[in-house]
């Protein structure tokens, strides 16, 4: 059964940072790229950062571009997401997500549960 697992949420005081880690079971991922994705309370969910299985590309929403950074590790098959100067609109429900090939109009294939994310102003 493939499974895809996040973990590394909780509170944090706006300005602090988080790393989120996404740890993969069941089968590996060759070639597929990985996602983040969030979905705060009252709206829909959102695609926040993805890397190419060869971790050349990478690809960020405008609203975490210069503060978030996407990376993985493919012998551990676990995708991370670092978070830094954290803002109360960050907070939300962060999934991760594996799709096929490459490219910025992916269909998710796996999803995992999600890892909650609380920035206190």
């Known amino acids: 059964q493939v499974q895809l697992v996040e973990s590394g949420g909780g509170l944090v005081q706006a300005g602090g940072s988080l790393r989120l880690s996404c740890a993969a079971s069941g089968r590996t991922f060759s070639g597929y790229a990985r996602g983040w994705f969030r979905q705060a309370p009252g709206k829909e969910r959102e695609f926040v950062a993805a890397?190419?299985?060869?971790?050349?590309?990478?690809y960020y929403a405008d609203s975490v571009k210069g503060r978030f950074t996407i990376s993985r590790d493919n012998a551990k098959n676990t995708v991370y997401l670092q978070m830094n100067s954290l803002k109360p609109e960050d907070t939300a429900v962060y999934s991760c997500?594996?799709?096929?090939?490459?490219?910025?109009?992916?269909?998710?294939?796996?999803w995992g549960q999600g890892t909650q994310v609380t920035v206190s102003s």
């Open positions: 997500a594996a799709a096929r090939g490459w490219g910025r109009n992916l269909m998710y294939d796996y």
């Open positions: 890397i190419s299985w060869s971790s050349g590309s990478t």
